[in-house]
């Protein structure tokens, strides 16, 4: 059989080609960790070193344009919808909270806050969603909501010039918890100002009597236990995005 694929390759050519590969090898372990300490050596812009920093931004940046109301979050029928629900994050949720004296402030303007009930919220038409709600921490579940379109509420409260300044925070009564979200977000159709799960009341540690489901965005967006929405042109202060997460927080 002749064989002229086959080479003799001597010991010592093997012995000068591993060594150059074990010296790339380490050169590049070498220089990974020499950027990966230099990375974590810059100063930090909201608990995540700048140079990373610029890359969430940037990635906003992306994901922000490319964002549009006709993207729909995917929906499920209501036999899908988990019954034990999941419970997550209780900032903002002190126990002093006395749901019976609560109204939900809107900050319209400097000087002009609207103080809004229960049963003013309940008058608006009502949208149900269910859909895969989904933590950063890495779980999901499908699960049923029920509550006011934010722009019907908007509309309603005369906030169409608010709702366009960029930006809406929201916090909990004792300021504890807070989100930024911007604008095109909050006035996404799919975004509810949310007073039911399951067809009930929401129970207590998921937001009663009244939270944010907004599911273009990732969990931690999901406040509960609104007591006070404002608008801004710049990004209000959000709660996880100053434990280094980024701002965003989209799907
Ligand atoms: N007030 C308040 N709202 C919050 C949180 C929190 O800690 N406090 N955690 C958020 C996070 S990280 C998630 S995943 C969802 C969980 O909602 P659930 O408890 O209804 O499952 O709530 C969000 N809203
Ligand atoms: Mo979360």
Redesign the pocket.
């Known amino acids: 059989m002749d064989n002229d694929n086959t080479q003799i390759i001597s010991s010592q050519r093997v012995r000068n080609k591993t060594l150059i590969s074990f010296l790339f090898f380490f050169l590049f372990i070498a220089s990974c960790i020499a950027i990966w300490k230099w990375i974590y050596k810059q100063p930090a812009d909201n608990g995540t070193p700048k140079p990373l920093r610029t890359v969430l931004n940037a990635n906003e940046k992306i994901f922000s344009s490319v964002f549009s109301d006709n993207h729909l979050t995917k929906t499920y029928p209501p036999s899908a919808a988990a019954v034990k629900?999941?419970?997550?994050?209780?900032?903002?949720?002190s126990a002093d909270f006395d749901a019976t004296k609560w109204k939900l402030q809107v900050v319209r303007n400097a000087g002009d806050t609207v103080l809004i009930s229960l049963e003013e919220i309940k008058a608006l038409p009502k949208t149900e969603i269910i859909f895969d709600?989904k933590?950063?921490?890495g779980w999901s579940?499908v699960?049923h909501w029920g509550g006011v379109k934010f722009s019907d509420f908007a509309a309603r409260y005369n906030l169409n010039n608010q709702t366009h300044l960029g930006y809406v925070g929201m916090n909990?009564p004792d300021k504890?918890?807070y989100?930024g979200i911007d604008s095109k977000s909050i006035l996404h159709p799919q975004t509810i100002l949310c007073y039911e799960?399951n067809g009930k009341p929401l129970p207590a540690?998921?937001?009663y009597p009244l939270?944010?489901i907004i599911p273009v965005k990732?969990?931690?967006?999901?406040?509960?236990?609104i007591g006070t929405i404002f608008f801004s042109n710049e990004r209000p202060p959000d709660?996880?995005y100053e434990r280094g997460y980024d701002y965003y927080g989209g799907l």
């Open positions: 629900v999941r419970k997550n994050g209780d900032e903002g949720m709600f933590c950063i921490e579940q699960t909990t504890k918890y989100v799960m540690n998921q937001g939270r944010l990732y969990g931690v967006k999901h406040l509960k236990r709660y996880w």
